[in-house]
């Protein structure tokens, strides 16, 4: 919205300051910051008196307990007000005739509602358990074929796949890219999924995350800045560094309410649409596979429940006291606190290798 002001500069010059993607980037991170803090505890007292709290005893792993217990009725569904706030701040700056901006609001607002109805099912059933692993999977897949089959009908953009550190090869999928962005859709949103289990530490390795990507869009959208790097150019994805800032502003003030210890949870409202909104983002940059490394966090704690499940599975064994990897730790010792904080650490040193690799390519 406040994009459009920059039309009336010749009238008040001062305008033209909302043309620049950098101003309204910073702005809209100050925004949802600010519409988090300041909102936040009327949506946590909103969720209280609707008794939507956290169940928050594991039947899978009962020596979870101990350090579960004191999580019990916390509310959740915070994501509700996270994304509520990342969606209206992209409304006041960003440039919403940018069709990157337009799908990357529909994947945010798409995955919302899944992870609404998968946490309402999860309250009102008494079993308490949320929709069907294949229900969630197939509207994830219909969004990232959506998705897939724009990037590969789209003319600014291409089916090819970059690779980190190497500048000469390109692997073209063709019309195979449709599934592989349906992958990534799947992966980033249920990898962030698993990663929240501790007071802060998804929204904290979200954040980073999002950061990184803000410019590294903004480079991508720069012919001058994308040509000196070597990375795809692709005209009009700088706007996505608003949407990213915007990411930034919401997580730090979700983080203000959410650090240890946790007076509200995101539930998966949060987790699914920031992560498939984190994944979607870097398909749209052109940068499906430096996500691998940049969300290294979320990979690993994702490998930890394949890994886990596909020894049980075949070899009878467990390979984890029980994952995903940030409740095995907990069980070998270590303390909320200390795996919070190096989880975080492990994600700014990704983030600076990702910010590296631009340059040795």
Same mark, same amino acid.
């Given at each position: /919205? ?74 959740? /569904? ?54 069907? /692993? !294949? ?36 692997? %073209? ?61 692709? =005209? ?21 309410? %959410? ?26 940059? !052109? ?23 596909? =020894? ?19 069980? =070998?010792?270590? !303390?909320?606190? !200390? ?23």
């Amino acid at each position: /919205m406040f994009y459009y002001l920059a039309e009336f500069r010749d009238i008040f010059s001062s305008l033209n300051i909302f043309r620049y993607i950098t101003f309204r980037a910073g702005m809209a991170g100050v925004t949802t910051f600010l519409l988090c803090v300041v909102f936040g505890p009327y949506f946590i007292n909103k969720l209280k008196k609707m008794k939507i709290r956290e169940i928050a005893k594991r039947e899978d792993c009962p020596d979870l307990d101990q350090f579960q217990n004191a999580k019990e009725g916390t509310p959740t /569904m915070g994501g509700v007000f996270i994304v509520g706030s990342i969606l209206l701040s992209v409304l006041l700056w960003a440039d919403l005739s940018n069709r990157y901006v337009l799908l990357t609001m529909g994947t945010c607002f798409w995955l919302a509602i899944l992870g609404w109805v998968d946490d309402y099912v999860k309250l009102t059933r008494t079993a308490r358990r949320g929709l069907s /692993m !294949k229900t969630k999977l197939i509207w994830q897949i219909l969004l990232g074929c959506f998705i897939g089959t724009y990037v590969f009908f789209n003319p600014d953009t291409s089916t090819q796949l970059t690779f980190p550190f190497v500048k000469s090869f390109i692997l %073209n999928l063709g019309i195979l890219y449709i599934p592989f962005v349906a992958l990534i859709v799947i992966g980033t949103s249920n990898a962030v999924n698993l990663t929240d289990g501790l007071d802060g530490l998804a929204i904290g390795c979200v954040l980073i995350v999002s950061l990184t990507l803000a410019i590294v869009s903004y480079i991508t959208g720069h012919f001058l800045f994308s040509q000196y790097l070597f990375i795809p150019f692709v =005209s009009g994805a700088g706007e996505l560094a608003v949407f990213c800032t915007a990411m930034v502003g919401a997580s730090l003030g979700f983080l203000w309410f %959410n650090c240890h210890p946790a007076s509200v949870f995101m539930g998966d409202v949060g987790s699914l649409s920031l992560g498939g909104t984190l994944g979607v983002i870097a398909v749209l940059i !052109k940068q499906e596979l430096m996500l691998v490394i940049l969300g290294g966090v979320f990979v690993i704690e994702a490998l930890s429940v394949i890994l886990q499940v596909a =020894s049980v599975k075949f070899r009878g064994k467990r390979i984890f006291k029980v994952s995903p990897l940030h409740h095995h730790l907990q069980l =070998s010792g270590w !303390k909320e606190s !200390k795996i919070i904080i190096r989880f975080w650490i492990l994600a700014i040193i990704l983030a600076m290798i990702t910010l590296t690799m631009l340059k040795i390519r």
